[in-house]
């Protein structure tokens, strides 16, 4: 089946440095792949869409600076966390849905930020 | 936009015991209607879905079934085991390469050995 890895896994920070986060399906072309933030014992909030070769499409109230996505390639898709803050700590997960047929959904295992 | 609506937030059963999660949605044009488990620490994973076309899917204990006229779609859990506790989370999705998922709040299955 399909397989989005997601890295890093968990990285502590200093505050004001910036992060980056990848999105890679292993076994298939994405065109579109979502960014999303996780609060604990909460949904999914999806700050971005990522389309291939194309700028990404953010949500309302997520701020395209500091939150730089890349969709490069069919594969790969970068989340990096400029000028991090203790705010920003938070689980990060990519979702990706292939390029031909139907819109199934797959996730990354997810990457936990801290901010120090 | 797809508005939805997933009940309950938490609920806990008796191991062997069934678990039932409900969830409605609003967009009659939703098609598509995936639902995952995510275990702490991890990103969700797929564990069934079910297009429109479709009353109801089963996979082993897992069972998903649609009411499109009444717009929700529940996930069955027959003979619970502690490894499926988890947060479980609804979605639905519009159109055949549909770009846009609208996630439930998720509930979260506690059971109880």
């Known amino acids: 089946g399909a397989v989005v890895s997601q890295h890093p896994s968990r990285v502590i920070c200093k505050s004001g440095t910036s992060v980056k986060i990848e999105c890679r399906s292993l076994?298939?072309?994405?065109?579109?792949m979502f960014w999303y933030r996780q609060f604990p014992k909460k949904s999914l909030m999806l700050m971005a869409t990522?389309?291939?070769?194309?700028?990404?499409?953010?949500e309302q109230g997520v701020e395209k600076d500091k939150f730089l996505i890349n969709h490069a390639s069919l594969t790969l898709s970068t989340l990096t966390v400029t000028s991090a803050h203790p705010e920003d700590s938070s689980f990060y997960i990519c979702?990706?849905?292939?390029?031909?047929?139907?819109?199934?959904?797959?996730f990354g295992a997810g990457s936990r930020l801290t901010v120090l | 936009g797809e508005n939805v609506e997933q009940h309950p937030s938490t609920l806990s059963v008796q191991e062997g015991d069934s678990a039932v999660i409900k969830c409605t949605y609003s967009?009659?044009?939703?098609?598509?209607f995936p639902w995952y488990k995510q275990e702490l620490g991890k990103g969700p994973q797929l564990i069934i879905d079910?297009?429109?076309?479709?009353g109801e899917k089963k996979d082993q204990r897992i069972a998903v079934t649609l009411n499109k006229t009444a717009k929700h779609f529940s996930l069955h859990i027959t003979e619970t085991q502690p490894e499926d506790s988890a947060v479980y989370f609804c979605?639905?999705?519009?159109?055949?390469?549909?770009?846009?998922?609208?996630f439930g709040t998720g509930t979260s299955l506690t059971v109880i050995p």
């Open positions: 979702s990706a849905s292939a390029a031909t047929g139907a819109n199934v959904l797959t």
């Open positions: 076994d298939f072309q994405a065109t579109t």
């Open positions: 990522s389309n291939e070769g194309s700028k990404a499409t953010y």
């Open positions: 967009d009659s044009a939703s098609n598509y």
């Open positions: 079910i297009r429109s076309n479709v």
């Open positions: 979605a639905a999705s519009v159109g055949v390469k549909g770009n846009q998922f609208y």
